[in-house]
C-alpha cells in the first residue's frame, strides 16, 4: 500500500502508525483542541487506496457541514473517472490525532496548442453539475488554511491555483481570498462570481410549519394537487432505493430522465455529459451500500409522475437531478413541484434541516422556500510576468471555447442539424474556470447597441417633460452641468453613530438584492423605462461584480434604488476606503415618487443595515451643484468630507479637505 508523503513535528512523540491509528479511529475520545503548543501534523497522499485508512474520519469531517460531494466516496469515484492524466494530493491535516482538515486536490497542465498551463484544482470541479469541497474543522479553520495555502503556493511548480465552485454555504471564502492574497509567489488573486446561483431550503421541524412559510398561492396550490392525486389517482410516494436494487432505480430514473428531456428536444444530462451513465451507475451503488442513496418515486394511477436522485448526507439532503413525466394528462398538476414537495417532506421527517437545491436558477424552487446563495470560485495567478500571460492567453482561450464551442455550436448550431450530436466537449469542461467571462462579454456587445437605444429613450422621456420653451433651456442647461460640471461633495458617516430618524412615507419599505436573478420584474421594468436597457445591462454587472441594490417601496411599486459598494469594486475613489468602508452611490429616486422623503429614508435603512453587518464608515458624494440630493444626505445624517473633481475617464481627484 502506498504511503502519505510525511510532513510531522519530531516533537509530536508518536509514530506514524500509531498518528493513522489514531485519525483512524477519530471522533469519540480525542481531545478536539489537541496541545495548544503542537503544530498541526500535515500529509499528503497521492492516492485514494493509501488514504483509505483515514475513509471514516474523512467522512466525519464532510457530515459537520454536510456536503455529500466531499465525502470519500464521492471524492474517490469522481476521481476514477476523471482523473486521468492528472496527478492526485490530498492534503491531510491533524492535531492531536483528530482530523482537522482535507483538501483533496489534483495538478494538470491545461494545453491548448503549445501553450501549458500548470494548474491546482480540487476534486470535483469538473464533468459534474456539483460543488467541489474543502472539509475544514470550524474550530480550525483558518489555521487550516494557512498552513495550505503556505503548502500549496511554495516554489514554482505552479502557473495556476482554482477552487470552485465553492458550495454557498462554505463559510471561510473571504478567510480563503485573504490568506492567498498575502501569500508569497502569489501575483493576482480573483474572487469569481458563478452567473448560475445556489439554491438552498431550510427547513423546520414539521411538514405544516413548512407549509406556513410559503406564500398564500403556493400552498393552496400544494394542497388542493395532493388532495386531488391523492383521492382520484391513488398517489404514491415510495423510495425505489430503499430495500430493493439500487441499480435498477438508477436505470429507470436514466431512462425516465432522458426519455423528458428528449421530449423537450435536448439530449438531457446523461447524454451531454461524457462518461456520466458509467459514473452515476457506481455513485448509485456506493450510496445504496453506506445508507446515502434517496430515490423518491411519485406515482399516480401506477404511473411514474416524478423521479429525484438524491443523496442524505449529515444535516443535508442533496437533490441532484430530478425528472418528471411529460404527459399531458398531468398538466393540470406540476409534476416537478409535487416531486419537490415530496423531497421535502422526507427530508422533515427523517430529521434533515436543509434541501440542497443544486446550482441553477428556476422561479418554482424560490416559490417552494428556495433561497439564493453564490457560487463563487478563487483562480490565483502565480506572480512574474511569464505565468501571468500564460494565464492570460488560456483565458482568452477559455473564452473563445465557451462563446464558439458551446454558446454558438452546442446550443445554437448543433440541435438544429440532423445528425445526432455527441456531449459536450471535454477541453470547454476542464477550461471551466472563468464562467462569467462569456457573459460579461456578451453583456459589453449588448451595451454597444442598448446605449444609443437607452440615450434616445432617455431624450425622449425628457423632451416630454419640457412643456416650454424655458423647460427646453432648463434641460440643456442640465445636460450642460452633467458633463462639464465634474465637481463632487463627498460625505462620511460613521456606522452606528446615532441619526436623527426622518418620518418615512406611508407603507414604505426597503428590499436588499445581492444577484440579479433576485430581483422581481416589476423593478427591472421600471428601471428600464426610466433609463433604457442599458441602465439596467449596467446593474447585472455591478451585482455580477459583488455590489448590493437597495429597492425602496411605496405601496408595492418601486419608487428609488441605490447601491452599496465594497472598496474592491472602487478603487479609485476621492479618498482612500479602508477594508471595513462602504460606498453608496447610484442612487435614483424615481419621478413620480419625488419629493416624498424617499431619498433619505433609503439612506437611513441603507446605514443601519450595513452597521448591522460590521462595516465602520460609509461614504457617499454627489455633485456639487445638484442641491436636492445635498440636502437629501444631509438629512440621512452624512457630514461633508471633502471636494473633489471627476476626470473625463472616470479618474477622481481630491480638491480639498472640507473640514479644514
Known amino acids: 500500500m502506498t504511503t502519505p508523503t510525511e510532513a510531522t513535528h519530531p516533537n509530536r512523540g508518536t509514530t506514524q502508525s500509531d498518528a493513522d491509528r489514531q485519525v483512524h479511529n477519530a471522533g469519540a475520545s480525542s481531545d478536539a483542541n489537541g496541545d495548544m503548543n503542537v503544530p498541526l501534523e500535515h500529509r499528503v497522499y497521492d492516492c485514494f487506496e493509501s488514504a483509505g485508512e483515514i475513509r471514516e474520519a474523512w467522512d466525519a469531517l464532510a457530515a459537520e457541514e454536510g456536503d455529500f460531494f466531499g465525502s470519500f466516496d464521492w471524492c474517490a469515484l469522481w476521481w476514477k473517472h476523471y482523473g486521468s492524466r492528472r496527478r492526485l494530493e490530498i492534503h491531510v491535516f491533524v492535531d492531536g490525532g483528530q482530523l482537522v482538515g482535507v483538501a483533496p486536490l489534483f495538478r494538470?497542465?491545461?494545453?491548448?496548442?503549445?501553450?501549458?498551463?500548470?494548474?491546482?484544482?480540487i476534486v470535483g470541479c469538473d464533468h459534474s453539475t456539483a460543488t467541489a469541497a474543502l472539509l475544514l474543522h470550524r474550530d480550525q479553520a483558518e489555521e487550516v488554511l494557512a498552513m495550505l495555502v503556505d503548502k500549496i503556493?511554495?516554489?514554482?511548480?505552479?502557473?495556476?491555483?482554482?477552487?470552485?465552485?465553492?458550495?454557498?454555504y462554505f463559510a471561510h471564502t473571504d478567510v480563503l481570498v485573504r490568506l492567498l492574497g498575502s501569500a508569497c509567489h502569489v501575483g493576482q488573486?480573483?474572487?469569481?462570481?458563478?452567473?448560475?446561483?445556489?439554491?438552498?431550503?431550510?427547513?423546520?421541524?414539521?411538514?405544516?410549519?413548512y407549509l406556513k412559510g410559503l406564500s398564500y398561492r403556493e400552498r393552496h396550490n400544494i394542497r388542493k394537487e395532493s388532495?386531488?392525486?391523492?383521492?382520484?389517482?391513488?398517489?404514491?410516494?415510495?423510495?425505489?432505493a430503499c430495500g430493493g436494487d439500487a441499480q435498477a432505480a438508477m436505470e429507470r430514473f436514466i431512462e425516465f430522465h432522458q426519455a423528458q428531456w428528449t421530449e423537450k428536444g435536448h439530449q438531457g444530462h446523461f447524454e451531454d455529459w461524457p462518461g456520466a451513465r458509467a459514473f452515476h451507475a457506481d455513485v448509485a451503488r456506493a450510496a445504496a451500500r453506506s445508507g446515502r442513496l434517496v430515490m423518491r418515486e411519485v406515482r399516480a394511477d401506477d404511473q411514474m409522475l416524478s423521479m429525484a436522485y438524491a443523496f442524505r448526507f449529515g444535516r443535508r439532503i442533496h437533490w441532484f437531478l430530478a425528472a418528471r413525466s411529460m404527459d399531458p394528462r398531468w398538466h393540470f398538476c406540476f409534476p416537478g413541484r409535487v416531486g419537490a414537495c415530496d423531497l421535502v417532506k422526507t427530508a422533515i421527517e427523517q430529521g434533515l434541516s436543509q434541501v440542497d437545491m443544486g446550482i441553477g436558477y428556476y422561479p418554482y424552487k424560490l416559490k417552494l422556500g428556495g433561497r439564493l446563495y453564490p457560487l463563487?470560485?478563487?483562480a490565483v495567478t502565480h506572480a512574474g510576468t511569464l505565468p501571468a500571460l500564460r494565464v492570460w492567453i488560456l483565458r482568452k482561450i477559455a473564452l473563445l471555447h465557451d462563446l464558439v464551442g458551446y454558446r454558438l455550436w452546442y446550443q445554437h448550431l448543433a440541435p438544429s442539424l440532423p445528425w445526432r450530436r455527441s456531449g459536450l466537449i471535454r477541453r470547454w469542461i476542464r477550461l471551466r474556470i472563468w464562467p462569467s467571462d462569456s457573459s460579461q462579454f456578451l453583456r459589453h456587445i449588448g451595451m454597444i447597441w442598448c446605449w444609443p437605444a437607452s440615450l434616445f429613450v432617455r431624450g425622449r422621456r425628457r423632451m416630454r417633460e419640457a412643456l416650454g420653451v424655458s423647460r427646453c433651456w432648463s434641460l440643456l442647461?442640465?445636460?450642460?452641468?452633467?458633463?462639464?460640471?465634474?465637481?463632487?461633495?463627498?460625505f462620511s458617516i460613521p456606522a452606528g453613530e446615532p441619526l436623527v430618524p426622518?418620518?418615512?412615507p406611508a407603507d414604505f419599505e426597503v428590499k436588499e438584492f445581492r444577484s440579479h436573478y433576485e430581483v422581481d420584474e416589476k423593478v427591472k421594468n421600471a428601471i428600464i423605462a426610466h433609463g433604457g436597457r442599458f441602465i439596467w445591462l449596467e446593474y447585472e454587472a455591478s451585482l455580477l461584480a459583488g455590489d448590493v441594490l437597495w429597492v425602496s417601496y411605496i405601496d408595492g411599486e418601486p419608487a428609488g434604488v441605490c447601491w452599496s459598494t465594497c472598496p474592491e469594486n472602487a478603487e479609485d475613489y476621492f479618498v482612500p476606503l479602508g477594508r471595513k468602508d462602504v460606498l453608496v452611490r447610484k442612487c435614483l429616486t424615481l419621478p413620480q415618487f419625488r419629493n416624498r422623503g424617499v431619498y433619505t429614508a433609503t439612506l437611513q435603512h441603507v446605514i443601519s443595515?450595513?452597521?448591522?453587518?460590521?462595516?465602520?464608515?460609509?461614504?457617499?458624494?454627489?455633485?456639487?451643484?445638484?442641491?436636492?440630493?445635498?440636502r437629501g444626505i444631509e438629512r440621512a445624517g452624512f457630514t461633508r468630507l471633502a471636494e473633489g473633481k471627476q476626470g473625463w475617464f472616470g479618474t477622481c481627484h481630491f480638491v480639498e479637505n472640507v473640514e479644514s
Not at 193 to 207: A, E
Not at 227 to 240: C, I, N, T, Y
Open 108 to 121: 494538470e497542465e491545461l494545453a491548448a496548442g503549445p501553450l501549458r498551463v500548470r494548474a491546482l484544482r
Open 153 to 168: 503556493t511554495r516554489g514554482d511548480g505552479w502557473d495556476l491555483i482554482h477552487f470552485g465552485r465553492l458550495p454557498g
Open 189 to 209: 488573486v480573483e474572487q469569481i462570481r458563478n452567473p448560475h446561483p445556489h439554491t438552498l431550503i431550510d427547513l423546520p421541524g414539521s411538514f405544516d410549519a
Open 227 to 240: 388532495r386531488r392525486l391523492s383521492s382520484e389517482h391513488g398517489l404514491v410516494g415510495m423510495d425505489a
Open 376 to 378: 463563487v470560485s478563487i
Open 477 to 490: 442647461f442640465h445636460q450642460y452641468r452633467k458633463v462639464f460640471l465634474r465637481h463632487h461633495v463627498v
Open 502 to 504: 426622518v418620518v418615512p
Open 609 to 630: 443595515s450595513l452597521a448591522a453587518c460590521g462595516t465602520e464608515r460609509i461614504f457617499i458624494d454627489c455633485r456639487s451643484w445638484n442641491t436636492p440630493s445635498v
